[in-house]
T-cell receptor, first 111, second 114 residues
């Protein structure tokens, strides 16, 4: 079982719709959860992080964390063509500094 | 201003010829990471430093070595590059362990092996 799993996609959404991305992780000792966006050929850039159960909103983005289910999600509201990218989920354990990435979900926003 | 800088952005090396990639940071972060990312795959952690404390991943080949002479700089040495080592190499930094200590990435170095 991979430490961090994501559906590879592509997830195709019409412009203006909500994109919903999911991520599961295997280690219950995981403490912090990060969502990165990566455009083709570029390095990852942080969208947001979450470490408490529940929702965290930042602009058009909402992260949701459920530690009991070992599940973290990202919602993108009012999706724009510029949101077309690969979204990487990353997990950090409580002990140590290791940051592990999932395989990423490719999102395509169609005008 | 760039806070994590990788040089060069593109590197072409010959099969078996040692190559060094560099990373520098202006954030004074304790932790520095090296990731390898192949096309359409997740970034794969090779190793990371917490200050001078080196942490190697169990599946990182011996062909890959690293040096961190000071807080600001970290190097990735590939002793004998093979065709399978062609990838994007990403350097990242973060503060030491904490809940909201996100990693900041450099622009990456794309390595081609010919």
């Amino acid at each position: 079982q991979k430490e961090v799993e994501q559906n590879s996609g592509p997830l195709s959404v019409p412009e203006g719709a909500i994109a919903s991305l999911n991520c599961t992780y295997s280690d219950r000792g995981s403490q912090s959860f990060f969502w990165y966006r990566q455009y083709s050929g570029k390095s990852p850039e942080l969208i947001m992080f979450i470490y408490s159960n529940g929702d965290k909103e930042d602009g058009r983005f909402t992260a949701q964390l459920n530690k009991a289910s070992q599940y973290v999600s990202l919602l993108i509201r009012d999706s724009q063509p510029s949101d077309s990218a690969t979204y990487l989920c990353a997990v950090r354990k409580a002990a140590g500094n290791k940051l592990t990435f999932g395989g990423g979900t490719r999102v395509l926003v169609k005008p | 201003d760039a806070m994590v800088i990788q040089n060069p952005r593109y590197q072409v090396t010959q099969f078996g010829k040692p190559v060094t990639l560099s990373c520098s940071q202006t954030l004074n972060h304790n932790v520095m990471y090296w990731y390898q990312q192949k096309s359409s795959q997740a970034p794969k952690l090779l190793f990371h430093y917490y200050d001078k404390d080196f942490n190697n991943e169990a599946d990182t080949p011996d062909n890959f070595q690293s040096r961190r002479p000071n807080t600001s700089f970290c190097f990735l040495d590939i002793r004998s590059p093979g065709l399978g080592d062609a990838a994007m190499y990403l350097c990242a930094t973060s503060k030491a362990q904490g809940m909201n200590t996100e990693a900041f990435f450099g622009q990456g170095t794309r390595l081609t092996v010919v």
